[in-house]
């Protein structure tokens, strides 16, 4: 199951990102410290009441001349209603009630989905100051009075966001189901992907009031399984969402990486590598996620018998960061390959969950270091005495040994790849995570 995802929008200066900090750095276990490609930080991992979701300040993309403020807004909020389970809309007692909160929770409200109206700066505690109760006119229910501050409501703001997370599933019965993301670049066939794949019928979505995310992804079932294809960017849209802002682009493709388990980065033959998809791909892989690397519109491209090794190796060294990623050159156009696509997403899906039992993995560790002697310095040799897999998506290795310092990025690089070989962890970042012990 994927976990949810809560979005806090708002005005500029209303106190998003202090919210946020507050919501993240105190009241909540801190889960993530993934270190991002954009650099300020939107993403959070959450937990209260034994409910964990993410949390995203959109306000990482505010923008800065007031003429555009309501526009930017709106995409803000199109964002939000996108990709979020639960809307936090943050407001300021201390400006009190303005036009642009009424035009942005008119459009929440009508998206249907869950929004709370969070009250910021109420500084005092106790009764609600004259000026809160004016709130009550954007028809989002009861307002939170919260001081973010200082922390005051914050509690009461995260009882009413647990309220509306999606139910759990119960027991494992979820685990089939892959959920994947087809990021990349505009223009490289992402939507077409997407159409190709669910059928005319399907591509059909309605932007009524009401549509729930689940209506906007897509599910797929075919021999290979229960798929749910991510929809973050309006990709099924006919008009799509102006992603004009490279800000918001990889916001939205942020969001998308983070519901998903698979992630096909999709990158345009007919173009070639660009900064732009290494991007992308750096997102997904400092995610942790299973990663396919979709090479569309390969009948565009003239070739011969030697054209697919020579692309194949010009590749392999742009993405030489994530050289577990595997290839595929496909047609969105002619439908070509899109079926071994969904054996490969299943096959990465699969090592991204893999766990592995600390006996068999030592095993290895023990032949690993036997044929490679660990590295030494000043006559001193890394010992490596214990290894355990401590979580799954990625999967995460803890290395007891003796000196970090001594267990070199070179050793490490060994040690990983004798472990993807042994397993077949194919198309998967994996994690260590070094503990010394004296
Ligand atoms: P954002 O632009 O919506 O992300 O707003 P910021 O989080 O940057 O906050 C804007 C300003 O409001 C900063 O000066 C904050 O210190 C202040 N602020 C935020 N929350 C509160 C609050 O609960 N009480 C008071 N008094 N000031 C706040
Ligand atoms: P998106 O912005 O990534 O969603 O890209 P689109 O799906 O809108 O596609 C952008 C353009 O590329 C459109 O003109 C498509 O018809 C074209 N296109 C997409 N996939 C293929 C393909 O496999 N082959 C060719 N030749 N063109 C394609």
């Given amino acids: 199951m994927a976990k949810p995802v809560v979005a806090i929008v708002g005005r500029p200066n209303v106190g998003k990102s202090t919210l946020f900090n507050k919501l993240i750095g105190q009241r909540l276990s801190i889960v993530d410290d993934t270190p991002g490609v954009t650099r300020d930080r939107i993403y959070g991992d959450c937990e209260w ?139 490289v066939g992402k939507s077409s992907l997407v159409n190709r794949i669910s059928g005319e019928n399907r591509c059909i979505v309605s932007d009524i009031a009401g549509t729930t995310r689940d209506a906007i992804d897509t599910e797929v079932e075919n021999a290979y399984g229960r798929f749910i294809l991510i929809d973050t960017a309006g990709l099924r849209r006919r008009n799509k969402v102006d992603d004009s802002i490279e800000k918001y682009s990889v916001i939205r493709a942020q969001m998308a990486i983070e519901r998903a388990d698979v992630c096909v980065i999709m990158i345009d033959a007919t173009v070639g590598f660009t900064d732009q998809d290494s991007k992308v791909a750096g997102l997904a892989h400092e995610a942790g996620k299973g990663c396919v690397i979709a090479v569309n519109k390969w009948d565009a491209v003239e070739k011969d018998g030697s054209t697919m090794t020579a692309y194949r190796k010009k590749l392999e060294e742009d993405f030489s960061f994530m050289s577990y990623a595997p290839f595929l050159f496909l047609s969105a156009k002619t439908g070509q390959r899109i079926d071994r696509l969904f054996e490969l997403i299943k096959h990465v899906a699969n090592s991204n969950a893999m766990r592995i039992a600390t006996g068999m993995l030592n095993d290895v560790l023990a032949q690993a270091t036997a044929r490679v002697q660990p590295p030494t310095d000043k006559g001193k040799r890394l010992k490596i005495y214990y290894m355990t897999q401590a979580s799954t998506k990625p999967p995460t290795f803890v290395c007891f040994v003796n000196s970090a310092e001594l267990f070199h990025f070179s050793y490490q690089r060994y040690l990983e790849n004798r472990i993807r070989e042994t397993f077949g962890l194919e198309g998967t970042p994996v994690r260590f995570i070094i503990r010394e012990r004296g």
């Fill in 49 to 187: 009441e034994g409910r964990k979701f993410s949390l995203v300040d959109t306000g990482g993309i505010e923008p800065s001349a007031s003429d555009v403020i309501l526009s930017q807004m709106r995409a803000q909020a199109q964002l939000a209603i996108d990709a979020a389970d639960v809307i936090v809309l943050v407001t300021d007692i201390r400006s009190g009630l303005v036009a642009t909160d009424a035009d942005i929770a008119a459009m929440l409200l009508k998206s249907g989905r869950p929004v709370i109206l969070c009250v910021n700066k109420c500084d005092s505690v106790g009764e609600p100051p004259a000026d809160f109760y004016e709130f009550y006119n954007l028809g989002l229910g009861d307002p939170v009075q919260v001081s973010s501050v200082h922390g005051h409501g914050t509690g009461d703001l995260l009882d009413r966001v647990v309220e509306y997370l999606p139910a759990e599933p119960e027991g494992e019965e979820d685990g089939e189901l892959i959920r994947v993301a087809i990021i990349g670049k505009p223009n």
